[in-house]
T-cell receptor, first 115, second 122 residues
Framework: AQSVTQLDSQVPVFEEAPVELRCNYS??????LFWYVQYPNQGLQLLLK??????LVKGINGFEAEFNKSQTSFHLRKPSVHISDTAEYFC?????????????FGKGTMLLVSP | DTGVSQDPRHKITKRGQNVTFRCDPI?????LYWYRQTLGQGPEFLTY????????KSRLLSDRFSAERPKGSFSTLEIQRTEQGDSAMYLC????????????????????FGEGSRLTVL
């Protein structure tokens, strides 16, 4: 079984400032890692994913994340945020084994960007 | 490709009534998933289908919940005798998982989500 911990429920930040949203996971098997974004009253949109290879992955809208196996972390970063980045962000894991049965999500981090 | 679509987007019902949600996946996708999301929580897995076969059900899926995917295309999620605790966003996702003869997929089977169906039970 896997679990995901998003350490911050809410992150307020000013426009054009950098931001980091933290994610730690627990799993007894190798996993794939994902970040999704959810805008109000909408479904989830994939931001980026780590499958294998380079531990730094780049996604849409200028976001990137770094996989750290020793710390079991997959933190999301953006060097300069915009008002339009205000949304809820979810970290998720999926076992590489068992034929991909389920995706396990964290509780989410609300990113609040103010002018 | 119109993506994953869900209907209705919003449903308000009285406690004790039955409700049904429909999900139309991306046309070539063989996997279909249902998740539930309550306020302040991440999506929680309910069940998934491989074509028309329901392969896994979460313990969150009580006897009042039933999901079907009769022809391996669209799916329905029915909730009988709704309770106030059923109020949530119900999310559907689909994916294409490719098998090359072994017991492990050969692709990553990325999930694509619909916009969800929000249920309010009064």
């Amino acid at each position: 079984a896997q679990s995901v911990t998003q350490l911050d429920s809410q992150v307020p930040v000013f426009e054009e400032a950098p931001v980091e949203l933290r994610c730690n996971y627990s799993s007894s098997v190798s996993v794939y890692l994902f970040w999704y974004v959810q805008y109000p009253n909408q479904g989830l949109q994939l931001l980026l994913k780590y499958l294998s290879g380079s531990t730094l992955v780049k996604g849409i809208n200028g976001f990137e994340a770094e996989f750290n196996k020793s710390q079991t972390s997959f933190h999301l970063r953006k060097p300069s945020v915009h008002i339009s980045d205000t949304a809820e962000y979810f970290c998720a894991v999926r076992s590489k084994n068992s034929g991909y049965s389920t995706l396990t999500f964290g509780k989410g981090t609300m990113l609040l960007v103010s002018p | 490709d119109t993506g994953v679509s869900q209907d209705p987007r919003h449903k308000i019902t009285k406690r004790g009534q039955n409700v049904t949600f429909r999900c139309d996946p991306i046309s070539e996708h063989n996997r279909l998933y249902w998740y539930r999301q309550t306020l302040g929580q991440g999506p929680e897995f309910l069940t998934y289908f491989q074509n028309e076969a329901q392969l896994e059900k979460s313990r969150l899926l009580s006897d009042r919940f039933s999901a079907e995917r009769p022809k391996g295309s669209f799916s329905t999620l029915e909730i009988q005798r709704t309770e106030q605790g059923d109020s949530a966003m119900y999310l559907c996702a689909s994916s294409l998982v490719i098998w090359a003869g072994g017991n492990q997929p050969t692709n990553t089977g990325e999930l694509f989500f619909g916009e969800g169906s929000r249920l309010t039970v009064l």
